[in-house]
């Protein structure tokens, strides 16, 4: 059973700097791709980044892009989101997500929360302005 285990969230001040962490306990994480959502409260969740089999290959959407960093270190099973000069519209739940890739192009992305298929409990992130 895979499990996800988020971590690295908080209270920062806008313009500040957080990293998530999520550690995936499955079989083979290199034939994995993962992505992060957000949730804020009373809105539905949204794709954040995205990142494939291949490191290389990430994808982010438009909000974050040249502030977020996604990132993967196969040796430890872990996939890291790098947040940097955050905002108060970044506060939100995180959640990481899986799915398997191994049939896929290395460089396929998955942004829809509906293609991937196991999700972590999510970590708060609050930016205050």
């Known amino acids: 059973q895979v499990q996800l285990v988020e971590s690295g969230g908080g209270l920062v001040q806008a313009g500040g700097s957080l990293r998530l962490s999520c550690a995936a306990s499955?079989?083979?994480?290199?034939?994995?791709?993962m992505g992060w959502f957000r949730q804020a409260p009373g809105k539905e969740r949204e794709f954040v980044a995205a990142?494939?089999?291949?490191?290389?290959?990430?994808y982010y959407t438009d909000s974050v892009k040249g502030r977020f960093t996604i990132s993967r270190d196969n040796a430890k099973n872990t996939v890291y989101l790098q947040m940097n000069s955050l905002k108060p519209e970044d506060t939100a739940v995180y959640y990481c997500?899986?799915?398997?890739?191994?049939?896929?192009?290395?460089?396929?992305?998955?942004?829809?929360?509906?293609?991937?298929?196991?999700w972590g409990q999510g970590t708060q992130v609050t930016v205050s302005s």
């Open positions: 499955v079989p083979t994480f290199s034939n994995i791709a």
């Open positions: 997500a899986v799915r398997g890739a191994v049939a896929a192009p290395a460089s396929r992305i998955w942004t829809n929360s509906y293609e991937y298929s196991d």
């Open positions: 990142i494939a089999r291949s490191e290389s290959s990430t």
